[in-house]
């Protein structure tokens, strides 16, 4: 089984400095210090209310990400101003996104099917660009088979509803991390790189790790948190080590 990569998205140390209006702690200090961790590429959300990653952000990590030979994952939602934004800076990668101004954080998958009409033509600019595009969905066949139909090379599952589950003892957990499989058996066969993220712990990683198909994690607001106590490179270290840990019992 191919290693799997992580990503670590350091939205939430552009949310410690917003809080007093500083520029400290740096977003861009925390990618190079992610990187050196052993990541594997830079996750930012920069959202329309800007309540976290700012412009300036994004343009110091796409000089950073390209110097330190990693891909930057841009995160964004369906917009023109987003659109002209990843067009203007071209990042490795645009992971297509819902948002909703009211919302604390991404609470569910992008509705590929139904947004059909409006996605595709921002899909396709951004791989006319060379952008790789991936799409934000939950676990379900449908929205992967979506996705590939309007042309994304990548899907990334959300696995906050797992994870969620997971972490209050639910029943449910099965059935979920069930579907996450299903999906991403799916979305392969359908010639789809595989992405996974949201909510994912040292506790969840494993069950998710150990899904075959998968490429890619992206981790951002447990390893930040984590980082208070441990620091950012032992936390990023030893999420590396549990993936890796269950990559190597799946394989077994």
Do not use: W
Request: hydrophobic share 45%; aromatic share 2%.
């Amino acid at each position: 089984m191919s290693r799997l990569r992580l990503g670590v998205n350091i939205d939430h140390v552009a949310t410690i400095r917003n809080a007093r209006g500083s520029t400290y702690p740096d977003p861009v200090r925390a990618a190079e210090l992610a990187i050196a961790a052993g990541a594997d590429g830079i996750t930012a959300h920069l959202r329309e209310d800007r309540r976290h990653i700012s412009d300036a952000d994004i343009e110091a990590l796409a000089v950073i990400t390209r110097k330190r030979g990693r891909p930057l994952n841009f995160e964004m939602a369906v917009t023109a101003e987003m659109e002209a934004i990843a067009l203007a800076h071209l990042p490795h990668a645009a992971c297509l996104v819902p948002e909703r101004r009211e919302e604390r954080t991404t609470e569910g998958g992008l509705d590929v099917a139904g947004g059909h009409n409006h996605i595709a033509p921002v899909v396709r600019k951004l791989v006319d660009a060379g952008v790789r595009v991936s799409c934000f969905i939950d676990a379900d066949p449908a929205q992967a088979a979506a996705s590939q139909a309007m042309g994304a090379q990548v899907v990334e599952l959300h696995t906050g509803a797992y994870c969620d589950a997971v972490r209050e003892g639910s029943s449910d957990a099965g059935r979920l991390l069930a579907n996450l499989k299903t999906t991403a058996a799916e979305a392969a066969r359908l010639g789809l790189e595989v992405h996974a993220g949201h909510g994912i712990d040292y506790e969840t990683v494993k069950a998710v790790a150990e899904i075959p198909e998968l490429a890619e994690l992206n981790i951002g607001h447990f390893l930040i948190g984590e980082a208070i106590f441990v620091g950012l490179t032992p936390a990023i270290q030893r999420m590396r080590s549990l993936m890796d840990q269950a990559r190597i019992g799946r394989a077994a």
